[in-house]
């Protein structure tokens, strides 16, 4: 680098000796996920029937929802390509729970007549406590968390569930396509978990789900799932466990707020093998700046505790900080590098070039060639995992929703991941909240 600014002369403007620095920092982050993503093969679960069919239990912690988001996600549920006689669903809420608890005797109800098995447990706060104290997870005296963790833990404890049998967790909004039962199961023929991939149903909604839409199925389809040997982090819905395996690595730490890193890094520790099934759960994105900058900022706070876990080895915690780090540090390098960029480009078409090294060169045709590769990938991320109503959606869609317009999503970003970066040094704890829907 130093050579590339010395060969630009004494006087370099600010402008451009800041697009120097942000494409050698581009190139560091493409040549560090590139690498990664390239050493070992996805773990992709078969697109194919399982050869035996399972039980499975579906855990849907709520808090604080509306009777008609639960009835969705539950009708969503029994028209699965799969039994129904097999599928049994567990709505957990807290007894104090004011909304739920006007309703959930009715939903119960309803959901018998139409022929399903859906339960409801309210958490027992006394029985939670008595438990997680023999289970050495609580001292004496203490309160037990309320946390989606905690609900979680409390069900799993209380229920009597056969070891070959299958549990998968759902938010209330959680939808999946139709196959994704059948081919779960399928996936833990060969894995010891199965995840699905993500992206956002409600593109329609406003400009973040919009953005969200296209840059969480990219990331999903293309990052995450080159995570799939290790270390990895689960999705906080749309994973699959064997119940005998959850019960063997002790299932959810019940005072984790991002439950789904933590479950994630310790399956990896205990020699789980992950499967990516090629589905897309449908989740719903804040259609508020200042709630979807909460959410993304719990999100980011999840791996940090993580990124110094003495029980991972070097080389894992290598990729683990490449995968990390890597995808953050692109966002606060867009804040002064698309700027920095956009002014060389201004400068170039008004016929004021600055005069590019053969290095400098070089570095930019990489980091270009790299953009587009990655832009062809999301495309076709993309088109797998979001649905259109109409071909006037899909139209709007795509003009709001493009490689230009996913770097200002990569770049707003950098508020949650700041937030985030400023709380994890002052040692403040990851903190639960309700994410509006």
Same mark, same amino acid.
């Given at each position: 680098?130093?050579?590339?600014?010395?060969?630009?002369?004494?006087?370099?403007?600010?402008?451009?000796?800041?697009?120097?620095?942000?494409?050698?920092?581009?190139?560091?982050?493409?040549?560090?996920?590139?690498?990664?993503?390239?050493?070992?093969?996805?773990?992709?679960?078969?697109?194919?029937?399982?050869?035996?069919?399972? $039980?499975?239990?579906? &855990?849907?912690?709520?808090?604080?929802?509306?009777?008609?988001?639960?009835?969705?996600?539950?009708?969503?549920?029994?028209?699965?390509?799969?039994?129904?006689?097999?599928?049994?669903?567990?709505?957990?809420?807290?007894?104090?729970? $004011?909304?739920?608890?006007?309703?959930?005797?009715?939903?119960?109800?309803?959901?018998?007549?139409?022929?399903?098995?859906?339960?409801?447990?309210?958490?027992?706060?006394?029985?939670?406590?008595?438990?997680?104290?023999?289970?050495?997870?609580?001292?004496?005296?203490?309160?037990? $968390?309320?946390?989606?963790?905690?609900? +979680?833990?409390?069900?799993?404890?209380?229920?009597?569930?056969?070891?070959?049998?299958?549990?998968?967790?759902?938010?209330?909004?959680?939808?999946?396509? $139709?196959?994704?039962?059948? &081919?779960?199961?399928?996936?833990?023929?060969?894995?010891?978990?199965?995840?699905?991939?993500?992206?956002?149903?409600?593109?329609?909604?406003?400009?973040?789900?919009?953005?969200?839409?296209?840059?969480?199925?990219?990331?999903?389809?293309?990052?995450?799932?080159?995570?799939?040997?290790?270390?990895?982090?689960?999705?906080?819905?749309?994973?699959?466990?064997?119940?005998?395996?959850?019960?063997?690595?002790?299932?959810?730490?019940?005072?984790? %707020?991002?439950?789904?890193?933590? &479950?994630?890094?310790?399956?990896? +520790?205990?020699?789980?093998?992950?499967?990516?099934?090629?589905?897309?759960?449908?989740?719903?994105?804040?259609?508020?700046?200042?709630?979807?900058?909460?959410?993304?900022?719990?999100?980011?706070?999840?791996?940090?505790?993580?990124?110094?876990?003495?029980?991972?080895?070097?080389?894992?915690?290598?990729?683990?900080?490449?995968?990390?780090?890597?995808?953050?540090?692109?966002?606060?390098?867009? +804040?002064?590098?698309?700027?920095?960029? %956009?002014?060389? +480009?201004?400068?170039?078409?008004?016929?004021?070039?600055?005069?590019?090294?053969?290095?400098?060169?070089?570095?930019?045709?990489?980091?270009?060639?790299?953009?587009?590769?990655?832009?062809?990938?999301?495309?076709?991320?993309?088109?797998?995992?979001?649905?259109?109503?109409?071909?006037?959606?899909?139209?709007?869609?795509?003009?709001?929703?493009?490689?230009?317009?996913?770097?200002?999503?990569?770049?707003?970003?950098?508020?949650?991941?700041?937030?985030?970066?400023?709380?994890?040094?002052?040692?403040?704890?990851?903190?639960?909240?309700?994410?509006?829907?």
């Amino acid at each position: 680098m130093a050579s590339v600014l010395l060969s630009l002369g004494p006087v370099v403007p600010v402008a451009f000796a800041v697009f120097v620095f942000t494409q050698v920092l581009y190139l560091v982050v493409n040549l560090a996920v590139t690498g990664l993503l390239y050493v070992r093969p996805v773990n992709a679960v078969p697109d194919e029937p399982p050869s035996e069919l399972r $039980p499975i239990n579906v &855990l849907m912690a709520v808090r604080g929802e509306r009777r008609e988001i639960l009835e969705e996600t539950i009708e969503e549920i029994f028209e699965q390509e799969y039994p129904d006689e097999l599928i049994h669903v567990h709505v957990v809420y807290e007894e104090d729970d $004011p909304i739920v608890t006007d309703y959930v005797r009715d939903l119960e109800a309803w959901a018998d007549g139409q022929g399903w098995d859906v339960a409801a447990w309210g958490v027992d706060r006394e029985g939670l406590r008595y438990y997680l104290q023999a289970d050495g997870r609580l001292l004496d005296g203490g309160q037990s $968390p309320k946390t989606k963790a905690a609900a +979680l833990t409390y069900a799993f404890s209380t229920l009597s569930l056969s070891a070959d049998e299958v549990v998968t967790v759902y938010d209330s909004d959680t939808l999946l396509p $139709p196959d994704t039962f059948s &081919l779960a199961v399928r996936g833990l023929e060969e894995y010891d978990v199965v995840q699905a991939k993500q992206t956002v149903r409600n593109h329609a909604d406003g400009w973040l789900p919009t953005l969200e839409a296209m840059g969480i199925a990219a990331w999903s389809h293309v990052i995450y799932a080159s995570t799939s040997e290790g270390p990895y982090q689960l999705l906080g819905k749309g994973y699959f466990f064997e119940v005998g395996k959850l019960y063997a690595i002790g299932g959810w730490d019940a005072d984790e %707020i991002t439950e789904d890193m933590t &479950l994630g890094v310790e399956s990896y +520790l205990n020699g789980y093998e992950l499967g990516v099934v090629d589905r897309y759960v449908q989740d719903l994105c804040p259609t508020n700046f200042a709630d979807w900058r909460r959410q993304k900022r719990r999100w980011v706070m999840g791996p940090y505790k993580h990124l110094l876990n003495e029980r991972l080895s070097g080389r894992d915690r290598v990729r683990f900080w490449a995968f990390t780090v890597a995808n953050q540090m692109l966002s606060l390098t867009n +804040l002064i590098g698309v700027p920095a960029g %956009i002014y060389v +480009l201004w400068r170039t078409l008004g016929g004021r070039p600055f005069a590019f090294s053969t290095a400098l060169t070089v570095v930019v045709a990489l980091n270009f060639v790299s953009w587009l590769y990655y832009s062809l990938r999301t495309y076709a991320a993309t088109r797998d995992a979001v649905s259109f109503e109409s071909r006037r959606d899909a139209v709007r869609f795509y003009v709001l929703a493009n490689p230009f317009t996913q770097v200002l999503y990569a770049t707003i970003w950098v508020v949650p991941i700041l937030g985030a970066m400023w709380r994890f040094a002052r040692g403040e704890d990851v903190e639960f909240e309700i994410t509006p829907k």
